[in-house]
């Protein structure tokens, strides 16, 4: 039943979040207990200038 | 004055959104009793290869 | 496969929830056309203290 | 540590944003006593058709 | 319109979130151009039990 | 960088939570390639009563 978002910088491949939802999927599993298929694991891309830390955006940062 | 936050898959029309959001505000002003101005519905959409059921993202699950 | 959170102050009965999330997952259901059993309603309670309006917390308001 | 998260209608610019990002972290140093690299302001940009108020999608309702 | 979610540790005073909840909406207002009315600040406190650094819960970190 | 919420029911015990966080946090370093320090993972527990699956609220469909 659990709901998990990922939310990151954008650039990662489709690959990159099939492998992560299935290793955060594993690990819900394995340790809350849940059954497999009632786990969801959005993914949601921001670009670094929607991103800030520390009071800037984060494409200004670097 | 809630918030109401609806994330599904993309593809949904205006139309669609609009007559969801009709039905969702109407709900909430009867059941909950809020004004009616002060309701928001958000929609929030996803591509099928950022949802992951199961482990696995949904554009490889179909 | 929707996900809807539905964000309101605090003061609801149970029996209100249960009404909302059948209203709501209804209204999914029949224009979005998601199959009945993927759809999540998730509410999460707020008080006034923590909800502000125009800049001034709602308890504060009134 | 803490995460704003700022939801708005799409059409600000980089210009403010990163200058909503300074004030808002700003006032959540001075107010709250976070260090400051620990603060994170994300943005969501929305479209108006994504976004109902008071049960009109708010392209509509202008 | 914009809707603003703080999400920060618990232990923040009422006088601290409405101080807060003020200098994020002048903000939004003053950079942005909302009217004042539409603006939402919302607080949502976790335990540091809830939030994890680094892969360790915060109240562990310390 | 990244910021992952686990919205899950209540009952989960902070040992359970702490393995949930580093085995997420691990996945995220090795496969996204973030640095470990900036990665948060944020848990909001819900009662049954506030999570509804197929418009009916989780603790009746028990």
Known sequence: MPVITVRLWEG???R???E??????DAVV???GCERDT???I???FAKSDWAVG???ADEAE
């Open 43 to 45: 993914f949601e891309d």
């Open 30 to 32: 394995e340790i809350a």
């Open 55 to 57: 009071g800037r955006l």
């Open 39 to 41: 786990v969801r694991v």
């Open 12 to 14: 990662r491949t489709r």
């Open 16 to 18: 990159q979040k099939a």
């Open 20 to 25: 992560l939802a299935r290793r955060i999927t």
